[in-house]
């Protein structure tokens, strides 16, 4: 049976000034099909693990200027009757897995949502892009945001 609309939205922000044009977007798309909003960041910690151990002072920081950054947007979501509820999901780790693992699979979203970019030339080479592994790895319809 084909499910009409969506009930679990998760959107994947990557801390890049797209981000802002792609939270408003799902918080649309949430809104059209009444459902919940997730949103999702994972903070990168392969760069903090090659340097040995890193600090949890450090990843507050960082998962403090996140939600600072998306928080107008949030109460924005918050306030639309039409957003069954609005949910905030940070984790440090891979990017990938951490995603995979301990959001998607967790979740079990109906749509994933991201932005087409975010990562520089350099990185995109060698690690490829996270709307292709999304692509590659999730069950749900996937939507890119360009």
Excluded: W
């Excluded at 903090?48 to 002072?57: F, I, N, Q, R, T």
């Excluded at 109460?75 to 780790?93: C, H």
């Amino acid at each position: 049976m084909i499910q009409e609309g969506y009930s679990k939205v998760f959107v994947a922000l990557d801390g890049t000034d797209q981000q802002d044009f792609v939270l408003a977007r799902a918080i649309k798309v949430a809104a059209n099909n009444g459902a919940k909003l997730y949103i999702g960041h994972v903070i990168d910690s392969t760069a903090l693990e090659s340097a040995g151990a890193y600090p949890v002072d450090l990843i507050n920081g960082l998962e403090t200027a996140f939600r600072d950054s998306i928080a107008p947007a949030v109460e924005e979501a918050k306030a639309n009757p039409d957003v069954a509820d609005v949910e905030i999901i940070i984790r440090a780790g891979r990017i990938r897995e951490t995603l995979k693992d301990e959001m998607l699979d967790v979740i079990q979203p109906d749509l994933v949502m991201c932005g087409a970019r975010g990562l520089s030339s350099i990185k995109y080479a060698l690690l490829g892009s996270i709307s292709t592994f999304l692509l590659r790895s999730t069950d749900c319809d996937i939507l890119v945001v360009k």
